[in-house]
């Protein structure tokens, strides 16, 4: 109608007001005002329902269901865990675009990217430990996910398939994660993907695992090549691949609908789709508010820990001379870590996973127990609980505290002052690193308080050593603390002890320690003592 | 229906949803207004950090390959490398060498390039090249954070000059001082310690005021086929061999010679030249005979 007659026949304002609906209503993709507003108010929608035409209109929406069971909408029977992977995908793909800018994946920049990303970057901090932070959490939810579908048996018929797909997922993510743990190129990174990617070199036979290993770091040892590899597929192919996986899941979740509780429906049957009119909870307004507002505070809690509780690490520069004492997995491969230690590299690397993962895949086939019920699938839940219990116990296998104690005076002073990272003493920091020499047999003390525990751990350390081990006898050590240059300090461990033939043996160490250097843990209270500037001396 | 203890977590009404909503988003917002409001001064501390980091790599790197030269402090050996640890370095080397860049690139480019020329230095060796750009062992994150560790002495070298704190620099053969000291005449290089045959053999061999030896000379090692020293043999079993190695010559007699006269004999794979000519100027004939003795001492204490 043109606007004259209109306004003739409506009035001035009434016209406006229609117009100012119109436009609401294109963005909305097909609510008007008022609809919105009754929704707020939690009114019934009328009927034919006027809240399911975004469901058609909007792209992003035609995906979703129009309405869940009021059962499966229960907080508590999915844990909103789907639906929290794939929101950790769209933050990981937004800090890692953010973090691109100021990357080039080349062995002369990667690393120094990263110190310029930490210290001259604004917010460039939070962006990476948000990152970081993300795919841990991610790799944590994907797991949490597939247990929750073992136990409350949603992968039996018709959701095989989407079993499938899911596991894939689990992989893509874990691989996704690793592959990103290369990029800053300092030594945690470059040790753990040289032992992950020695792993594929034991697939049999040999010329398969060396063109595999070959492959993947794209020299015999991982270089420049490797670098520009793992980046492709942590930005580009293995993305691609969850999208695609992602896309294929879901929509056989929707397809199928979320299995109910199990007590509501017969054993055998599947009535996810069949959804009773009054049990209807539609997705505008109830779940979409709902999912918004769980999104936003998993969002404001990941914030909140990340500005005050988690920081990424990022050790020295990567150095394919020296191998760090303790070199480790990402805790998410412990498991695979420990199981190297107790089995030879080709079983426990290749065909262990590898039977783990097709177990894993044909879990819907194999159980052929038609009920989802916890009291019927006594043998599946327990067996699920072991398997469970043997990849925490394998994980702590994992762990530097399992079978790979070095020897007593390296442990010591790798304990006070590991090669990398933290350790009590750099905790303490500079300030509070008395200048002098202290022997353990004299019982040091000093005017410093936190200085005078690192001597008696020092000291308690040695002892405790002494009892444990029998080739070292009479030990005691020596700690001193020179003044090498202004503010830098040299930190001397030395050690002496008896052997069984009675030699006397000496263990040296020097670090270096700055008056400016910052240390700090992965998890824990983040220091922000660079808010207040010292005090004058 | 009796409600399990969770049933909290069934939220219904749509207006307390989106209260606790807002909430998150105020909560977020917070905390970000508090990251901005010290992010400069986390990134002041962040670039500290990492400035003081790249100095602990370096003194790192220091003490497993400069010191034997330039001395654990920094403050040269004589004859063997000049002292870095010195107000005249800091000050004065770059206007007398001609340098007309930066300090930090001068020292940057010597650790990376060395000083390959031996024409008019009196100091024993050359200095190598250390970047693996020129065919040294070191990445540049490693020349520069050695870079940074030698201009980190800037302060206490600035110090120097008092009596208490002389500074330890020898003038150089290749550019001789231009420095002109503030009453207008020439500077007065520090006197070399004169030859006073009170110093024993450890202190000739290793010690501040000594020659330098240790610089190239490893005493604990053996020099066999499979062990030699880079620069001077290594000297743990220099009482068994030093007898066999010129005809005619018992080893008392061919260790004096070859501190006195290093260029008439030179070892199969060592080059003349590189060891000082002038040690019989620089110690008395006690201390040189205390030296050698010292030297072929098999239970030589330290």
Redesign the interface.
Known sequence: MAVQPEIEKKGFVQTVLDAADDVFTRITAGIPAGEVRR??R?EAPGRPNPRLKPHSEAFLLHIKPTYYHDSVT???HTFRLGLLSTYLFFVETITGLILMIWYAPTP?RA??DM?RL??????G??MRDLHRLGAEMMVLIVTAHMVRTYLTGSYKAPRQFTWFTGVILLVVTLFLSFSGYLLPWDQLAFWAVTIGTSMAEAVPPKVVGETVNLLARGAPDIGANGLMRFYLLHVLFLPLVLFLFFFVHYYKVVHFGISLPSDEEEVGQDTANKVPADRRVYFL??VM??E??FL??F??VM??IT?FFFSAPLE??ANPQSTPLHTVAPWYFYWLQGLLKIADKMIAGVILPGVLLVLLIAIPYLDRNPSRRGRDRRVAIISGVVAGIVMIILSWMGTPYYAVQGAPAVEIVQELMPEEGMGPVREIGYQHLPLGVYDTREHPETEDEEFNHILHEFAASIAAFEEKDPTFNNAYGILSVTQ?????K?ITWEIFWLSPDGKEDRYLR?????????YWEQYGLKD?S??RPPAEE | MKRPWYSFLYVRSPLVKIGLGILAVLVMIAVLLILGIIEERRMEAQTANWDGRGVEKGAELYANNCYTCHGIDGKGLPGVAPALHSKYFFTQRIHDVGWTGSLHDYVKLTIAAGRPSKVNTQWAQIMPTWSNRYGGPMRDDQVENLTAFVLNWEEDALAQGTPDNPDPWQPFADAPSKAVADDGSAPVAEAPVEPTGSRTPQELFGGANGMGCAGCHNLDLPQTADSRGPVGPNMANLHETAGTMVPGEDAETYVHNSIVAPNAYVHEGYMAGIMPQNFAERMSEEEINALVAWLLDPNRQR
């Open positions: 929704m707020l939690g229960k907080f508590t002369e690393y120094t110190i930490l210290s001259n970057v604004p917010f901090q939070l307004p109830d508010i709902d918004a507002t936003i505070g969002t404001a914030v909140v500005a020295s520069i090498e240059q202004p503010s830098l040299r020097t670090f270096f320690l700055h008056e400016d250097s910052l922000f660079f808010v």
